[in-house]
């Protein structure tokens, strides 16, 4: 097959690349550029789309033995996925940016560009397995990207691939190393790759602005202020400020965000659990689902445990509900259905109960 | 494999390799006293009589430099520096829209960070600088204006500028002009003398000298502040260790590009209008930019450069590419990331129209074969390309 290997230029995709080579397929890099302004380094972690990262990926291209080219995604990732999340952010919601940009530009505008130039398959350096055309959790469980995968589509799920499925990441690492590829002790990415800072809430109100208003109470009594309601996310505990604890000081973490009202609502803990989610129209990955599923496991977060759960469509839309509760679930976020270890699909969250 | 981006860089010519290799073992740094010094010494002034001669230059006025870019940054920044040293009030910089990123960032710089103005003068539809449009810019405020900097053939499309009227009209101004003459050497007849400019920028790797060496011709007169300072080596205006093989090697290589010049250029320039004929035949709603001219004063003879409508240039960059076809797009920056070309919006052209276009480059080793490698990939490479549009963007 001819395919397009998308390479970061982190070690993941980079060891994909070479197994899709050793596979035998005829294999072309491709680093998307996603930023219009690079930076022309990597602070740890942090980011990624630097000038340093697409020297990264054109060495592993190089020593892989493969062509390499840059493709310019920038407009569309700024229009897809980053304004999309400061729109979703203003809105009181929680957006996913990789299961985004995995929806919009890698599977999509990157896919049908790669079809349309004769290629077969995008290759990957996800965390994910594809048996029969259907997506499952990668080996290692530590690792495994399936829930920001969960969104694509039986035909995007087709031409994808991802040769690290089965491997751990130590596996994957060594060899790297192995293989001479330089990217084999590069730490891995964490946060979101387009901000690089980190600090989210700031990189937010550098765009949104400020927009002070109340943090109340489920009573509606003011307990502290807020300099934006977008830099708070459903769960949240950390950097409230809150100005009038409790009698009982027990900890309030963030209920609900109201952008338009410009309120923040703070409850205990216990408040938080919610039994029913009701989300959009689902995204099935392999065959359509047959109504209701009983005994299959809902997953609301990247790195969040699955829970059981019980799971319709109703006019249209997934509702959900589960046993024993999930906390700290965001209107914006993915919700994502495993029946064991294969995906059944997705839908975004709409609102809990 | 069909190499068609001669304009990116070109081989070494065999006499030049041979050269550079025959010295590359000896030793002798050129600044020094002793017998080995000298022997160096002399190889240098050799290369720069030999220099100066195929460029209708004093031996004096032959700087040696690290090539193209290096050059025009002294020329852009000396001349700026110097010119408003003598009179605070020259700090305009005037310079072609479509000029090479070696002479429009480091007036960008200028004005950024040296009180610069930067004002582009704008090119006609086929790249080209006309003295009217010269004129009205220096004209605005005349003893304002620094230096004038336009490039003698477009490294893009080709485009030759009329570069010894434009000399002449800001000498009616005393206002020094720097010519960027990387392209127009070896393809198009250049005497630093006859055609005025205070300043030409020439480097080896296009016409088959070793990349990393190059000239500035700065005329005796003209005064120009050093970019780099220490052992004062080249006319105080230029510091640092003579690379004396790589000189000698682009002097030889200098010297055979003129001598060949002519009846390179015109083999060039038939075989360049194959390759246009062939691939409008192929691809009949081509369009190829630049000044379209059968005048060999008008338009390098090596360069062909087309847009391809509903392609992307760096899709089809890389179906050629796949095919054993090497081009290149517009300008590319350090990512790596396809821009639309600067210089074909100057000229005018949509950004659709500049996001695809290529430019095919013949030089010295090119051959028939070449172009009928070009004209069997271009026909599917650009239906596939057209199938792909616009899908990533």
């Not at chain 1, 407009?75 to 980053?82: H, I, L």
């Amino acid at each position: 097959m001819k395919v397009l290997a998308a390479m970061s230029g982190g070690v993941d995709s980079a060891v994909a690349a070479a197994r899709a080579v050793d596979a035998g397929h005829d294999v072309t890099g491709v680093h998307l550029a996603l930023s219009q302004t690079p930076a022309s380094h990597r602070d740890g972690a942090r980011g990624c789309c630097t000038l340093e990262d697409a020297r990264d990926a054109r060495r592993a291209a190089d020593v892989i033995g493969i062509p390499y080219y840059v493709w310019d995604v920038a407009e569309r990732f700024s229009r897809d996925v980053v304004d999309d999340f400061i729109a979703e952010y203003a809105a009181g919601r929680t957006p996913n940016p990789c299961v985004r940009c995995n929806e919009r530009i890698k599977f999509a505008a990157v896919l049908d560009r790669a079809v349309a130039l004769g290629f077969d398959a995008v290759c990957t350096g996800h965390y994910a397995r594809v048996v029969d055309g259907r997506l499952f959790r990668a080996a290692d469980a530590g690792k495994d990207q399936s829930y920001v995968l969960a969104v694509l589509r039986p035909e995007q799920l087709a031409a994808a691939m991802f040769p690290l499925g089965g491997s751990l990441k130590s596996q994957v690492r060594a060899e790297a190393a192995d293989r001479g590829l330089s990217v084999a002790e590069k730490p891995d990415s964490h946060d979101i790759c387009f901000i690089s800072s980190g600090d989210t809430a700031g990189w937010l109100r550098e765009r949104l602005g400020s927009a002070p208003g109340d943090i109340i109470d489920e009573s509606g009594d003011v307990v502290g202020r807020h300099d934006g309601a977008y830099a708070f996310t459903v769960g949240q505990r950390r950097g409230l400020a809150l100005t009038r604890p409790r009698p009982d000081h027990a900890p309030r973490y963030v209920l609900s965000i109201s952008p338009v009202e410009r309120t923040v609502t703070v409850a205990t803990a216990e408040r938080l659990a919610v039994s029913r989610v009701e989300c959009g129209p689902p995204t099935w990955s392999g065959a359509v689902c047959e109504m209701p599923l009983t005994s299959v496991m809902a997953q609301v977060r990247a790195h969040g445990g699955p829970v059981d759960c019980r799971a319709d469509v109703v006019d249209g839309r997934l509702v959900v509900e589960v046993v024993p509760g999930l906390t700290g679930v965001a209107p914006g976020q993915t919700l994502v259905l495993y029946d064991g270890e294969a995906v059944l699909g997705s839908a975004t969250i709409d609102r809990t109960a | 494999m069909a190499y068609l981006d001669h304009a990116a860089t070109t081989p070494m010519l065999p006499q030049a390799v041979d050269r550079m290799a025959e010295l590359l073992g000896g030793v002798g740094n050129a600044s020094s006293l002793h017998a080995a010094g000298r022997r160096a010494r002399r190889v240098v002034e050799e290369s720069r009589e030999t220099v100066a001669g195929a460029l209708g230059a004093r031996p004096s006025e032959v700087v040696f430099t690290s090539g193209g870019t290096e050059s025009d940054n002294l020329a852009v920044k000396g001349l700026y520096w110097s010119r408003r040293a003598q009179d605070d009030r020259r700090r305009r910089i005037l310079v072609g829209a479509a000029e090479h990123h070696a002479v429009l960032d480091p007036a960008i710089w200028l004005a950024a960070s040296e009180g610069a103005e930067l004002v582009l003068v704008p090119v006609d539809g086929m790249g080209r600088v006309e003295p009217a449009a010269l004129r009205a810019a220096i004209e605005t405020a005349p003893d304002e204006v620094a230096l004038v900097s336009v490039m003698w053939a477009n490294n893009e499309v080709g485009t030759v500028s009329a570069i010894p009227e434009l000399a002449a009209l800001a000498a009616e101004y005393e206002i020094p002009l720097h010519t960027d003459a990387v392209q127009a050497v070896g393809g198009l007849a250049v005497d630093f003398a006859a055609c005025g400019a205070a300043a030409l920028t020439v480097t080896g790797h296009k016409l088959g000298g070793p990349v990393g060496v190059g000239g500035l011709l700065l005329g005796r007169d003209v005064e120009c502040a050093p970019l780099l300072h220490g052992g004062g080596q080249e006319r105080d205006v230029r510091s640092g260790t003579l690379d004396v093989p790589a000189i000698a090697a682009f002097a030889l290589a200098v010297e055979l590009a003129v001598q060949r010049r002519a009846e390179q250029a015109s083999w060039l320039a038939s075989l360049r209008d194959e390759l246009v004929r062939r691939v409008v035949e192929v691809v009949p709603d081509a369009q190829l930019n630049g000044d379209p001219s059968s005048d060999p004063e008008r338009r390098l003879p090596g360069t062909a450069h087309f847009s391809f409508p509903g392609c992307e240039g760096d899709a089809l960059l890389m179906l050629l590419d796949a095919r054993g076809v090497e081009c290149s797009t517009g300008s590319a920056c350090s990512a790596g990331v396809a821009r639309p070309s600067h210089v074909l919006i100057a000229m005018g052209q949509d950004e659709e129209r500049a996001r695809s276009s290529l430019r095919f480059s013949l030089g010295h080793c090119s051959t028939g074969a070449d172009v009928d490698a070009l004209v069997a990939a271009i026909g599917p490479a650009v239906e596939r390309a057209r199938s792909a549009g616009r899908t990533a963007r």
